[in-house]
């Protein structure tokens, strides 16, 4: 198994421009398998679930930073800022309070990247690209989050081109939020593709990719 991620990591990596982050999505994956992705030479660890977080968490020990990039629940905000170093998933006002209030708890500032929903998909978590400014105002005010940037999903299609007017249309999101001024609030990274759309969302802007079968094979 080790010999097979770090070739895949390797693949990777040499596929990858200067300045984008190789994300190993490690939903459902074990400790032994997220340990053998942090020997390969991965950049960050993105978890779907606080609980798989929190399995992985000794494992990871700081070698390289832990995200979230799953749903998160604001009764697991806690937790999540105990945990994580960064949430990808940052889709609400409410939520963006909750995690202000347990940063500060902690006496930390916990980073984040705004959730795009950028497909406007009703069923589908995230802020509407017309509501990002507005959003982003409301969220400056929070002392203890620091919004470092966009994620977005996308429609899941399984051709790649079909993604990329969402990810031009976060990017063009992630541009205007570049040009604000506001306190707590700087456009760094733009989390955007996966397996199947990676290589696209790179071509569209994405300084995050975040790859699970690529690296670890299928899912058991």
């Given at each position: 198994?080790?010999?097979?991620?770090?070739?895949?990591?390797?693949?990777?990596?040499a596929q990858l421009?200067?300045?984008?982050?190789?994300?190993?999505?490690?939903?459902?994956?074990?400790?032994?398998?997220?340990?053998d992705a942090i020997?390969?030479?991965?950049?960050?660890?993105?978890?779907?679930?606080?609980?798989?977080?929190?399995?992985?968490?000794?494992?990871?020990?700081?070698?390289?930073?832990?995200?979230?990039?799953?749903?998160?629940?604001?009764?697991?905000?806690?937790?999540?800022?105990?945990?994580?170093?960064?949430?990808?998933?940052?889709?609400?006002?409410?939520?963006?309070?909750?995690?202000?209030?347990?940063?500060?708890?902690?006496?930390?500032?916990?980073?984040?990247?705004?959730?795009?929903?950028?497909?406007?998909?009703?069923?589908?978590?995230?802020?509407?690209?017309?509501?990002?400014?507005?959003?982003?105002?409301?969220?400056?005010?929070?002392?203890?989050?620091?919004?470092?940037?966009?994620?977005?999903?996308?429609?899941?299609?399984?051709?790649?081109?079909?993604?990329?007017?969402?990810?031009?249309?976060?990017?063009?999101?992630?541009?205007?939020?570049?040009?604000?001024t506001l306190p707590?609030?700087?456009?760094?990274?733009?989390?955007?593709?996966?397996?199947?759309?990676?290589?696209?969302?790179?071509?569209?802007?994405?300084?995050?990719?975040?790859?699970?079968?690529?690296?670890?094979?299928?899912?058991?």
């Open positions: 198994m080790m010999d097979m991620i770090r070739e895949n990591v390797r693949t990777l990596k421009p200067a300045g984008v982050f190789l994300e190993a999505a490690a939903k459902t994956r074990s400790p032994a398998e997220v340990a020997a390969a030479g991965v950049d960050l660890i993105g978890e779907n679930y606080v609980q798989e977080g929190q399995a992985v968490y000794e494992t990871v020990n700081g070698r390289v930073p832990l995200h979230f990039i799953g749903h998160l629940q604001r009764n697991k905000a806690k937790q999540a800022v105990e945990i994580f170093d960064m949430i990808e998933t940052l889709d609400s006002l409410r939520l963006a309070r909750e995690l202000d209030r347990h940063a500060a708890n902690m006496g930390k500032v916990i980073p984040v990247l705004v959730e795009i929903n950028s497909g406007r998909e009703p069923q589908k978590y995230g802020i509407l690209p017309e509501d990002l400014e507005s959003f982003l105002q409301q969220a400056a005010l929070l002392e203890h989050i620091a919004v470092q940037g966009l994620m977005t999903m996308g429609p899941f299609t399984g051709d790649p081109e079909l993604a990329r007017p969402y990810f031009q249309e976060t990017k063009a999101c992630f541009e205007r939020a570049g040009q604000l707590n609030v700087e456009m760094r990274h733009l989390s955007m593709g996966m397996t199947s759309s990676y290589q696209v969302a790179i071509e569209e802007g994405a300084t995050i990719v975040r790859i699970g079968t690529r690296i670890f094979g299928p899912r058991p």
